[in-house]
């Protein structure tokens, strides 16, 4: 890790009310002393920096996030989101994940509508279910880490490892630079579950309805939202 990084240690957990003294520019400086850092002193920072204030967000696709934080603070809050839209395997996937590390889950349900909303109205569809869900899972946090990852999709190619999100929360993303063949590795060297719609073509699982297997050469996220423009679900703007 660099000096860069370690000056920026502090024996205190960031708070909410904490946030305002996290300018761009500071937030810029952080992220790229930890380009080149690892995965795991990415979470390593952002659990001394914000734990108990830190949430992880999971899609369940796969445990690689989850299993890195697990080792370094196994009492971190992991959030998932069940919009009623999911694969049964993810929801599989999802208590499989639970019982073998034993997580901190907090699982954020929405309630049953009249209509499908993600066939009635698509575009707000992940806003009411996802989005309003992530707002609620992460009041009164200072801070949240996804897996996302750059080499997902041409829209998160410039993804920073770490910036404010559209709430004013420092979201920290430690597999930004990972690649597919990272991805693999750890799980092969780390027996890390997954959801098992992966091995059929699967590359990025979001909601039943709109995710499809991805072309083999083609980016992972374009299963998601076949047929329209939509790239983002909203989650990581």
Same mark, same amino acid.
């Given at each position: 890790?660099?000096?860069?990084?370690? !000056?920026? $240690?502090? %024996?205190?957990?960031?708070?909410?009310?904490?946030?305002? %003294?996290?300018?761009?520019?500071?937030?810029?400086?952080?992220?790229?002393?930890?380009?080149?850092?690892?995965?795991?002193?990415?979470?390593?920072?952002?659990?001394?920096?914000?734990?108990?204030?830190?949430?992880?967000?999971?899609?369940?696709?796969?445990?690689?996030?989850?299993?890195?934080?697990?080792?370094?603070?196994?009492?971190?809050?992991?959030?998932?989101?069940?919009?009623?839209?999911?694969?049964?395997?993810?929801?599989?996937?999802?208590?499989?994940?639970?019982?073998?590390?034993?997580? !901190?889950?907090?699982?954020?349900t929405?309630?049953?509508?009249?209509?499908?909303? /993600?066939r009635?109205?698509?575009? !707000?569809? @992940?806003?009411?279910?996802?989005?309003?869900?992530?707002?609620?899972?992460?009041?009164?946090?200072?801070?949240?880490?996804?897996?996302? $990852?750059?080499?997902?999709?041409? %829209?998160?190619?410039?993804?920073?490892?770490?910036?404010?999100?559209?709430?004013?929360?420092v979201?920290?993303?430690?597999?930004?630079?990972?690649?597919?063949?990272?991805?693999?590795?750890?799980?092969?060297?780390h027996?890390?579950p997954? !959801?098992p719609?992966? $091995?059929?073509?699967? $590359? %990025?699982?979001?909601?039943?309805?709109?995710?499809?297997?991805?072309?083999?050469?083609?980016?992972?996220?374009?299963?998601? /939202?076949q047929?329209?423009?939509?790239?983002? @679900?909203?989650?990581?703007?």
């Amino acid at each position: 890790m660099t000096d860069t990084v370690v !000056n920026l $240690r502090v %024996s205190s957990p960031t708070t909410s009310a904490d946030l305002a %003294s996290f300018t761009s520019a500071d937030l810029a400086e952080i992220s790229a002393g930890l380009e080149t850092a690892t995965a795991s002193e990415i979470v390593a920072w952002a659990v001394e920096r914000f734990h108990p204030n830190l949430s992880l967000t999971s899609s369940m696709t796969d445990a690689v996030l989850i299993d890195l934080a697990m080792r370094v603070e196994p009492s971190i809050e992991v959030v998932f989101i069940d919009t009623g839209y999911h694969f049964p395997e993810t929801l599989e996937t999802m208590e499989r994940v639970r019982r073998h590390y034993g997580l !901190n889950l907090k699982v954020m349900t929405v309630a049953p509508h009249d209509q499908e909303l /993600w066939r009635v109205d698509p575009e !707000n569809c @992940c806003s009411a279910l996802k989005v309003g869900q992530l707002d609620r899972a992460l009041a009164g946090k200072a801070a949240w880490m996804s897996g996302l $990852r750059r080499a997902e999709s041409p %829209s998160r190619a410039s993804a920073p490892v770490v910036a404010h999100d559209v709430r004013g929360l420092v979201k920290i993303n430690p597999l930004a630079t990972w690649d597919d063949d990272d991805v693999a590795r750890y799980v092969a060297d780390h027996d890390v579950p997954v !959801n098992p719609l992966l $091995r059929q073509g699967y $590359r %990025s699982i979001g909601c039943a309805p709109c995710t499809a297997p991805a072309e083999k050469d083609a980016d992972a996220r374009s299963g998601r /939202w076949q047929g329209s423009e939509k790239t983002e @679900c909203g989650l990581h703007l």
